[in-house]
C-alpha cells in the first residue's frame, strides 16, 4: 500500500514546479501589488513588519499600508479643572489620559513600520462604534478605504467632505 502510495505521486513533481515558477512569475510582477494590512497593536505590527521582511527578502516590494482600528488622537491631556479630580468628572479625565496614552502607544507601535516600508499610501481606517460584520459596515471601512469612489452604484457610502484617510508619510 505504501509503495502504491508514493507511486501516485510519480510525475507529480514536475507539475509542482511549473505551478512554484507560475506563481513567482505573478507574484513579481510589476501589476502585482502588496498592501500590509495591520492593526496598531504590537504584536500586530511586528507580524506586518515580519511580512515586509519577508517580502523584502523576496525582492518584492509593499505598495500600500492599511491600518485597521486605530484610534484617534486626542492631543494632550487637558488640565481637569480645579475640584473635578473627585465623582464623575474626574472618571471621564482619567478615561481622556487613558485614551491619550493608548493612542501615543499605537502611535509608537507603528513609527518605525511606516518608516521601514517607506513613501507608501497609508491608510488609517478607526476604530467604528460598531463590528464590520455586515454590508453597511463594510461600506463604512470601503469609504475610508476608497473615498467617495466606494460609494460605487449603491451610492451607499457618503461624501461628508472628509478625506479618505490616505497619506504618504512625511
Known amino acids: 500500500d505504501l509503495v502504491l502510495f508514493f507511486q501516485a505521486f510519480e510525475g507529480m513533481e514536475e507539475g509542482f ?6 506563481v513567482m512569475q505573478l507574484l513579481s510582477d510589476r501589476r502585482t501589488a502588496f ?6 497593536a504590537r504584536d500586530a505590527v511586528s507580524e506586518a513588519r515580519y511580512f515586509h521582511d519577508r517580502l523584502e527578502d523576496a525582492h518584492l516590494t509593499v505598495n500600500g499600508l492599511v491600518v ?4 484617534p488622537e486626542f492631543g494632550d491631556a487637558p488640565a481637569p479643572p480645579p475640584g473635578s479630580s473627585d465623582g464623575t468628572m474626574g472618571e471621564l479625565y482619567a478615561n481622556l489620559a487613558d485614551f491619550i496614552e493608548l ?3 499605537e ?6 513600520l511606516e518608516q521601514s516600508i517607506g513613501p507608501v499610501p497609508i491608510v488609517r481606517v478607526p ?17 475610508y478605504l476608497l473615498g467617495p469612489a466606494s460609494a460605487g452604484a ?3 457610502a457618503k461624501d461628508d467632505g472628509e ?3 490616505a497619506r504618504r508619510p512625511a
Open 17 to 22: 514546479r511549473v505551478r512554484a515558477t507560475r
Open 35 to 40: 498592501v500590509l494590512v495591520t492593526a496598531p
Open 68 to 71: 485597521n482600528r486605530i484610534h
Open 103 to 105: 493612542s501615543k502607544r
Open 107 to 112: 502611535q509608537g507601535h507603528l513609527a518605525g
Open 127 to 143: 476604530l467604528l462604534e460598531v463590528e464590520v460584520c455586515d454590508i453597511a459596515s463594510l461600506t463604512e471601512v470601503g469609504h
Open 154 to 156: 449603491s451610492g451607499a
Open 163 to 165: 478625506p479618505s484617510g
